[in-house]
């Protein structure tokens, strides 16, 4: 009876601690999305950016040698750009998947090996000495 009490009073507590993180559940998701979105926006962009910058930088110079030597870099940073919004994208689903996988192993190998202790534990502490 006091383990079904305790297992009550346990679920009751972990629904009260969701209720009052539920109006930040939304906010969190928003925060998350905004800064994967700012990373890859930043490891997309930032090389064309810099690149195209230096590119106009020596163009208004009429440094034409150094126009054709960053040229090809220029295009090179397109292609990165491009290539790198279906890359992460997809790593991100890779790292959500492994990670639901990797939480779902130790979960199982956690309760594999802390339920029987907890078992003789409770049963060391509940059941009355043995009589002499």
């Known amino acids: 009876m006091d383990d079904k009490t305790a297992k ?6 972990e629904e009260k601690k969701e209720s009052d993180l539920a109006p930040f559940k939304s906010e969190h998701q928003l925060a998350r999305g905004f800064v994967q979105q700012l990373g890859q926006a930043l490891i997309q962009w930032l090389p064309v950016g810099s690149s195209s910058f230096i590119l106009v930088s020596f163009l208004l110079q009429q440094n034409w040698l150094m126009v054709v030597v960053t040229l090809p870099i220029t295009a090179i940073a397109v292609f990165w750009a491009s290539f790198t919004r279906t890359l992460l994208s997809k790593i991100q689903e890779m790292g959500k998947k492994m990670g639901e996988e990797s939480g779902t192993f130790l979960e199982k190998w956690l309760r594999a090996i802390l339920e029987p202790t907890f078992r003789t534990l409770n049963c060391h ?8």
């Open 125 to 132: 502490i509940s059941c009355p000495p043995p009589e002499t």
């Open 8 to 13: 009550q009073e346990e679920s009751e507590s």
